[in-house]
């Protein structure tokens, strides 16, 4: 648990800031029951049919799978967009949007997580960036064109939780081959991208940033944790959020908050703005 003294020093920081740049990984949703599958033994317990054919989480989320493994790849995905659905964005996605709406003069969210949380929660579209694409959006697997779409049907194909294969794909509306999501997998040099988002991202970039928050980056990949050690450089606070008290070791920052987001934004908003919240 973080001291008082930590939380009221990053809540003083964020009662001043004017421009704030959201850096959220994994751990933003771990509070809403989406897993992050980089645990093995969690992925198997979730799995057991991919288990017995020792298909881990780099091996389904990839071209090749969806080459290869169809049934198998899509069903991965599948799954991943009805727990989504299952769930919802926890308390704190919706401090994060009130804060962007009313406290801060410009905000972004650079996000590596596909859940589409953040936009599922009314986070602006322009002022957020899902650097791994969302699994919400799909696009053409033999990429016949560089266009996405989004999707939002649930379900979207049709799957057998006891073998973990699925059927009756989504197809490509201009070629009408098989559908991808619209994600960054391993190994993936056809995801075609979101211009809009990067583009977006890159202006925001633009001018200083007075404090940059990270939630939930994960060591295996710290994406975020190379932006937020970027800006540090240039003088920009860092309030990084983070149950696990590893996660500190690249950003190093002093205002390191051991908490589950959910909590940890709950305590932030009541430390910064109390009964104005």
């Keep these: 648990m973080a001291t008082p003294d930590i939380i009221n020093e990053a809540a003083k ?17 771990a509070d809403s029951n989406i897993p992050t599958f980089r645990d093995k033994d969690g992925y198997w ?15 389904l989320a990839s071209p090749w799978a969806f080459r290869n493994v169809l049934p198998h790849a899509w069903a ?15 308390a704190g996605y919706h401090i994060v949007n009130r804060w962007i709406a009313d406290r801060f003069d410009e905000a972004f969210i650079h996000t590596t997580n596909t859940d589409g ?80 988002q990067e583009r977006n991202f890159q202006s925001f970039l633009g001018e200083p940033i ?21 800006l540090q450089s240039q003088g920009t606070d860092v309030i990084n959020i983070n149950p696990d008290p590893t996660s500190n070791s690249i950003v190093r920052t002093d205002l390191f908050i051991p908490m589950t987001s959910k909590a940890a934004f709950v305590a932030l908003d009541e430390a910064a703005f109390g009964k104005l919240a």
């Design 13 to 29: 920081l964020i009662a001043e800031a004017r421009r704030v740049l959201f850096l959220t990984s994994a751990g933003m949703s």
């Design 117 to 196: 949380y953040h936009l599922l929660s009314g986070a602006p579209l322009d002022q957020v960036m899902e650097v791994h694409g969302s699994m919400w959006r799909l696009q053409c697997l033999d990429t016949c064109t560089y266009d996405f779409w989004d999707d939002v049907s649930v379900p979207l194909c049709e799957m057998s939780y006891d073998t973990m294969k699925a059927w009756d794909y989504p197809k490509c509306p201009r070629c009408k081959s098989i559908a991808r999501p619209h994600i960054l997998m391993f190994g993936d040099g056809e995801y075609v991208g979101h211009p809009d």
């Design 76 to 90: 991965f995905y599948e799954w991943r967009r009805r727990n989504a659905h299952e769930n919802e964005p926890h």
């Design 210 to 230: 007075d404090l940059a928050i990270l939630v939930g980056s994960s060591g295996a990949v710290p994406t975020n944790d190379y932006i937020a050690v970027h």
């Design 45 to 59: 317990r979730n799995f057991p049919p991919f288990k017995e054919k020792n298909l881990e989480a780099q091996d």
